[in-house]
């Protein structure tokens, strides 16, 4: 699958900062170093050298911009057709082949003042012959000037564009101005997007992630888009048009049936079967949004009407996908960002729409057949009439109705953040009661864990042991020379030691 990140993109210097970055590092790599003596073949060597080594640092550099940027006829459609509608596709490939143009432009003036500089028959000449291969070189990149600002005002541009996988499953929210699309891309994500009380607020796409059975869903935001000619449309409303036409998502079409958004029913309804061709192939709700300020069923009889042939547009992509003309669950929902009603359920609807549809497309390719050849499903022959139900033992069936899942508990004492689930229940102590226990962490100025041991009781014992041995030993070797066991003499002399040893 093919990611594109284009925040890693190198920066394109300006003219005057590119040849400033090339001629600094040739004159670091290749220093003019000349002796007297040098033969005029060593100097012819030196000067080529260094007119190879800044046209390799000019293709490198021109190779870099070149490759990454992205060629509009290789990536998906979907961002091919909107950098064409941002940047204009045909600016964008001159620019690009300017680049390229210099490059072999820079290659061309190398090989030609190389064979120049094999005839040098001086140190002056060669010099004159570097010096203008190099002015030659550094002409070509002043000519290209304009074209590496702009790729550089694009590159800036294309860095802040979202981060949109075209393969992923994607739910995509569509609709009028003002009629709640952000702040329900609020509710469902983490993403903060910008709710104002007035219609464009939001400008370009934006992305989220939501999580529906383990699984990970990219909800992209679009521009609201008026009732116009496709001529007409702004770079805003293309924006729409593009992620509409291009990425396999299913689709939201929000409809504030209020009209607090400034269009009516029947021109959001207009809109709808402006832009329907887009909707082909894909799962298509519609949402009925702000019940709060006006519910479904208190819109007047011609409005209902234009909800219904909207309803019966939907269905057709239901009928579409496999899907069964008489059940139209799952088609309209009506919704409030305001109160969150409804809220999870158009986004669980989505979802499992979206996912239906992904799994169908692959139950029909070919990759399924070849995992299907690969399984075989035995069927054992019965060997008498006798039925053998399946049967779980009454034990565990008791001791599943005992033990109580986490879930239900905390539903019951109060839901999350009322209710938190105790971590040391399930600890095997000797005593029960030492589960709730407070361990202290920091003891006398010392960390307690590092001096946790599951055999200290027996080294408690082996070291009290130890020091009994050495009490009783210390007992029978102890005495002290008081001097009443001593001789006269022996008296003398160690007084004598007692009084050279004060001396000292």
Same mark, same amino acid.
């Given at each position: 699958?093919?990611?594109?990140?284009?925040?890693?993109?190198?920066?394109?210097?300006?003219?005057?900062?590119?040849?400033?970055?090339?001629? %600094?590092?040739?004159?670091?790599?290749?220093?003019?170093?000349?002796?007297?003596?040098?033969?005029?073949?060593?100097?012819?060597?030196?000067?080529?050298?260094? =007119?190879?080594?800044?046209?390799?640092?000019?293709?490198?550099?021109?190779?870099?911009?070149?490759?990454?940027?992205?060629?509009?006829?290789?990536?998906?459609?979907?961002?091919?057709?909107?950098?064409?509608?941002?940047?204009?596709?045909?600016?964008?490939?001159?620019?690009?082949?300017?680049?390229? &143009?210099?490059?072999?432009?820079?290659?061309?003036?190398?090989?030609? *003042?190389?064979?120049?500089?094999?005839?040098?028959?001086?140190?002056?000449?060669?010099?004159?012959?570097?010096?203008?291969?190099? #002015?030659?070189?550094?002409?070509?990149?002043?000519?290209?000037?304009?074209?590496?600002?702009?790729?550089?005002?694009?590159?800036?541009?294309?860095?802040?564009?979202? %981060?949109?996988?075209?393969?992923?499953?994607?739910?995509?929210?569509?609709?009028?101005?003002?009629?709640?699309?952000?702040?329900?891309?609020?509710?469902?994500?983490?993403?903060?997007?910008? =709710?104002?009380?007035?219609?464009?607020?939001?400008? %370009?796409?934006?992305?989220?992630?939501?999580?529906?059975?383990?699984?990970? *869903?990219?909800?992209?935001?679009?521009?609201?888009?008026?009732?116009?000619?496709?001529?007409?449309?702004?770079?805003?409303?293309?924006?729409?048009?593009?992620?509409?036409?291009?990425?396999?998502?299913?689709?939201?079409?929000?409809?504030?049936?209020?009209?607090?958004?400034?269009?009516?029913?029947?021109?959001?309804?207009?809109?709808?079967?402006?832009?329907?061709?887009?909707?082909?192939?894909?799962?298509?709700?519609?949402?009925?949004?702000?019940?709060?300020?006006?519910?479904?069923?208190?819109? %007047?009889?011609?409005?209902?009407?234009?909800?219904?042939?909207?309803?019966?547009?939907?269905?057709?992509?239901?009928? #579409?996908?496999?899907?069964?003309?008489?059940?139209?669950?799952?088609?309209?929902?009506?919704?409030?960002?305001? &109160?969150?009603?409804?809220?999870?359920?158009?986004?669980?609807?989505?979802?499992?729409?979206?996912?239906?549809?992904?799994?169908?497309?692959?139950?029909?390719?070919?990759?399924?057949?070849?995992?299907?050849?690969?399984?075989?499903?035995?069927?054992?022959?019965?060997?008498?009439?006798?039925?053998?139900?399946?049967?779980?033992?009454?034990?565990?069936?008791?001791?599943?109705?005992?033990?109580?899942?986490?879930?239900?508990?905390?539903?019951?004492?109060?839901?999350?953040?009322?209710?938190?689930?105790?971590?040391?229940?399930?600890?095997?102590?000797?005593?029960?009661?030492?589960?709730?226990?407070?361990?202290?962490?920091?003891?006398?100025?010392?960390?307690? *864990?590092?001096?946790?041991?599951?055999?200290?009781?027996?080294?408690?014992?082996?070291?009290?042991?130890?020091?009994?041995?050495?009490?009783?030993?210390?007992?029978?070797?102890?005495?002290?020379?008081?001097?009443?066991?001593?001789?006269?003499?022996?008296?003398?002399?160690?007084?004598?030691?007692?009084?050279?040893?004060?001396?000292?």
């Amino acid at each position: 699958m093919v990611q594109y990140n284009f925040k890693k993109m190198t920066v394109v210097p300006n003219g005057k900062d590119f040849i400033d970055i090339i001629l %600094s590092r040739t004159q670091r790599q290749t220093p003019t170093v000349f002796h007297k003596d040098y033969a005029i073949s060593r100097l012819r060597t030196f000067y080529m050298r260094k =007119v190879k080594y800044t046209q390799l640092n000019f293709h490198e550099k021109l190779s870099t911009i070149i490759d990454e940027f992205p060629s509009l006829d290789d990536i998906h459609p979907f961002y091919g057709n909107l950098l064409h509608v941002l940047y204009n596709k045909d600016h964008y490939k001159l620019a690009l082949g300017q680049i390229s &143009t210099a490059r072999n432009l820079i290659g061309k003036i190398s090989k030609d *003042y190389v064979k120049l500089l094999k005839y040098g028959d001086s140190l002056y000449r060669c010099k004159c012959l570097k010096v203008a291969a190099l #002015g030659c070189m550094c002409t070509v990149i002043n000519r290209i000037g304009p074209s590496l600002a702009y790729l550089e005002q694009i590159r800036q541009h294309m860095a802040r564009l979202p %981060s949109i996988d075209p393969n992923t499953r994607t739910i995509l929210v569509c609709g009028c101005p003002n009629v709640g699309k952000s702040s329900f891309i609020n509710k469902i994500t983490r993403a903060d997007m910008d =709710v104002q009380p007035y219609a464009f607020t939001t400008k %370009s796409l934006f992305v989220g992630h939501t999580d529906y059975k383990c699984s990970r *869903y990219q909800v992209i935001d679009t521009p609201g888009i008026l009732d116009r000619p496709f001529e007409d449309r702004n770079i805003i409303e293309m924006c729409s048009i593009i992620a509409l036409a291009h990425l396999r998502a299913a689709i939201l079409f929000f409809l504030d049936i209020s009209g607090s958004c400034g269009y009516s029913i029947a021109q959001q309804a207009a809109l709808f079967h402006c832009i329907k061709s887009l909707f082909v192939n894909k799962p298509l709700i519609i949402v009925c949004n702000k019940t709060d300020l006006q519910p479904l069923e208190g819109i %007047s009889e011609e409005d209902k009407k234009l909800v219904t042939e909207m309803k019966a547009e939907a269905m057709k992509t239901v009928i #579409g996908q496999g899907g069964e003309a008489s059940n139209d669950e799952g088609v309209l929902f009506t919704m409030s960002t305001l &109160t969150e009603e409804g809220v999870i359920a158009v986004k669980n609807a989505a979802c499992e729409r979206l996912l239906n549809q992904r799994v169908e497309l692959k139950m029909k390719s070919k990759k399924i057949n070849d995992c299907l050849n690969r399984f075989y499903v035995a069927m054992p022959n019965p060997c008498d009439n006798k039925e053998r139900p399946q049967c779980i033992p009454q034990a565990v069936l008791e001791a599943k109705a005992k033990q109580a899942a986490e879930k239900d508990l905390e539903n019951e004492n109060g839901g999350a953040g009322v209710y938190s689930a105790s971590l040391k229940k399930n600890y095997i102590l000797a005593n029960d009661e030492w589960k709730e226990d407070l361990m202290p962490e920091i003891l006398d100025g010392h960390n307690v *864990y590092d001096f946790v041991d599951p055999d200290i009781l027996r080294r408690l014992e082996e070291l009290e042991r130890e020091e009994g041995f050495r009490q009783e030993k210390a007992g029978d070797d102890d005495f002290e020379m008081d001097g009443l066991e001593l001789t006269p003499e022996e008296q003398k002399t160690l007084h004598h030691f007692q009084f050279s040893l004060s001396l000292f």
